[in-house]
């Protein structure tokens, strides 16, 4: 027993020896060495990429389907053969044989779920309300500018104005006109008497009748401030009286009077101060009407060019939308075939929503600058133009030459209607401090009258006379006052009988304090129209300075628009040859096409600014009218 028990002892050392030496070699035949497997953001694009945990040699191709990726084929496992055991031989580990090629069962096709390609969306609905696509209105800058002058209703009013200021001219010119009058009149006076040389008799009543037809022409001097009168008084009486030879008798009397200031209202006076001013007014309403004018073409032209810019707009966004429409139908074809991932629908959906938002946007800003156009071109709300579609067919045009400063501000201070209207208000001011100065002098008016008299009439009326009483008493009345009234008329025109008068009047004002006042507050009034000149011209002079400024920074604009478009082409052209063979994602294209897209719209709103900053300009110099081929009749007051 005791020899048996170190011989077992030793075989089982020398076993547990061999097996530690035999178990890492069974391991090492058995388990494989994993291949390091490649970064697949540094291998070329259609590189087989091995999949972790698949075998060693077996790679995955990027067109596989999804769910055959990443699938390994079954390891075949390796079993251990245990020896008899032998303390001489030691046991060796042996591969389990392949087995044959009925026991390898190919993996199941995977069950993928049919895909169909969607039908694109249709375009968003661009119809405006309140007008008609089959109603359009072709308009260019000219016709815009012609229907403004014809139908705009700011410059009807000042046209109205100027008419207005007309009429208030000839009313009062009025005042020099030849005035006639007339005031016929009959009178009949029954009156007792109480001499016996009244003629009344026993009765001791007088009875009289009297017509009067006295016609008179009178008229204001134009200069000078004299006026004259010439008056034909003709009268027909009747008497009762037995001691008149003359019943009835016929007298008549023209006289001319006239009357000629020397001080006070010679030169001017309150009528002719009122004319000379009335024709300033006139000529300032001439100027606020082309003011108005003015006003009114530059807000057409800023109104269209922005029609303009909405169309371009409009047809930039569409044309922006149907490259999202083309990019969504790609993708839905790719998304078919199983190239894309379903994944990739979705953002492309997302940009086009977006895109149709700002094409949507696009069209209500048509229909607003469509509607400020129609405003300013059409008399009313019912012209059946307002459901019409206008069409600009003027482009923005651009010079390239610079602004000459000097010469805008000159033509200015020729041109701008506010510094006319200003020197007229100037003129007026002189005008109130020459009346108001000639106000305080005294008045010495030179009068004078020359009248020529004549008398006619039945002598020694009665039948109660003797003819000895009758010879007498037709001996004692001149022959030339027998007769009628012709009679007198011939007497008259014989200026046989004749006055003439010449004298004249004075008046001194001991103080004359209102004119005094009204002169000094013309004064002050000439030294705040100073101040208000110099403030005007200031403000022209920043209004020329600032649209000059604008011009120049548009057209620079310009320039810098057109080179950014033209890059952007560039740009979205080469975006587009990397997103065709995979090199690109449909992000990037994306901002391509919209830095495409807003890129035209710069260069198209630069374009519009530019030649609304001209139409600034034109205004600033006032050279709008002349620019515009647009000719305004002055007044002559």
Not at 35 to 42: A, F, K, L, Q
Not at 108 to 133: D, K
Not at 156 to 171: G, N
Not at 184 to 212: D, M
Request: aromatic share 6%; glycine share 4%; proline share 8%.
């Amino acid at each position: 027993m005791s020899n048996l028990q170190p011989r077992a002892l030793f075989r089982i050392l020398l076993l547990s020896v061999v097996l530690l030496v035999v178990s890492p070699a069974a391991f090492a035949q058995v388990t494989p060495r994993p291949t390091p497997t490649p970064n697949p953001i540094t291998v070329a694009p259609g590189t087989l990429v091995p999949t972790p945990g698949a075998p060693q040699g077996e790679q995955i191709s990027p067109t596989a389907p999804p769910g055959t990726q990443g699938v390994p084929t079954p390891a075949r496992p390796a079993t251990v053969v245990p020896q008899t055991t032998n303390p001489t031989t030691q046991p060796t580990a042996q591969p389990t044989p392949p087995p044959s090629e009925q026991e390898v069962q190919d993996p199941a096709a995977p069950n993928f779920p049919t895909i169909e390609q969607r039908p694109l969306p249709p375009i968003p609905n661009m119809t405006r309300l309140g007008v008609t696509s089959d109603n359009t209105l072709t308009l260019t800058m000219n016709d815009a500018v012609k229907r403004a002058l014809e139908n705009n209703n700011d410059i009807e009013m000042a046209r109205d104005d100027v008419r207005f200021a007309e009429t208030q001219l000839h009313a009062l010119e009025g005042v020099f006109d030849l005035t006639y009058s007339i005031n016929p009149a009959y009178t009949k006076n029954i009156s007792p008497q109480t001499f016996i040389t009244s003629g009344a008799g026993s009765s001791g009543k007088l009875e009289t009748t009297q017509f009067v037809f006295d016609p008179t022409l009178s008229k204001q001097f134009g200069k000078g401030g004299g006026f004259y009168s010439v008056r034909w008084n003709n009268a027909k009486n009747t008497t009762s009286a037995n001691n008149s030879v003359l019943n009835p008798f016929y007298s008549s009397n023209l006289s001319l009077q006239l009357v000629q200031p020397l001080q006070r209202n010679r030169s001017i006076d309150n009528n002719r101060r009122q004319i000379r001013i009335q024709k300033k007014r006139l000529e300032q309403s001439d100027a606020d009407f082309r003011l108005r004018t003015i006003n009114i073409i530059t807000l057409v032209q800023r109104a269209y060019w922005d029609l303009v810019f909405a169309l371009r707009d409009q047809q930039n966004q569409l044309e922006n939308l149907n490259l999202t429409r083309e990019n969504l139908r790609r993708v839905e074809a790719q998304i078919t075939v199983g190239t894309k991932a379903p994944l990739e629908r979705a953002e492309v959906q997302t940009e086009l929503a977006n895109r149709e938002s700002s094409l949507l946007i696009a069209v209500q800003n048509v229909s607003i600058s469509e509607n400020n156009l129609k405003q300013l071109i059409l008399k009313d709300q019912t012209a059946p133009e307002w459901m019409a579609q206008i069409t600009p067919t003027d482009t923005p045009k651009f010079d390239a030459s610079p602004v000459n400063l000097n010469e805008a501000l000159k033509e200015a201070r020729d041109n701008r209607p506010e510094l006319r209207r200003l020197r007229l208000q100037n003129d007026i001011n002189s005008i109130d401090l020459q009346f108001f100065k000639n106000q305080m002098r005294p008045q010495v008016d030179l009068t004078s009258t020359f009248a020529l008299n004549s008398l006619a009439g039945t002598p020694c009326p009665g039948n109660n006379l003797s003819a000895a009483d009758r010879a007498a008493c037709l001996a004692s009345v001149p022959t030339f006052l027998q007769g009628g009234y012709a009679k007198s008329l011939s007497n008259l025109v014989g200026l046989d009988t004749r006055a003439f008068t010449i004298g004249m009047s004075f008046e001194f004002p001991i103080r004359n304090t209102t004119a005094k006042a009204n002169f000094a507050g013309a004064q002050i009034q000439k030294d705040q129209l100073q101040a208000s000149f110099r403030s005007q011209d200031q403000l022209v002079e920043v209004d020329v300075r600032n649209a000059a400024q604008a011009v120049e920074t548009s057209r620079r604009r310009v320039l810098a628009a057109r080179e950014a478009r033209a890059n952007a082409e560039m740009q979205l052209e080469g975006e587009q040859r990397l997103y065709q063979v995979g090199r690109s994602t449909t992000f990037l294209l994306f901002q391509r096409e919209n830095a495409l897209t807003n890129a035209r719209n710069a260069e198209l709103r630069a374009e519009t600014d530019y030649n609304k900053a001209l139409a600034d300009l034109q205004r600033a110099t006032s050279t709008t009218l002349r620019a515009n081929n647009v000719t305004v009749n002055s007044v002559t007051p």
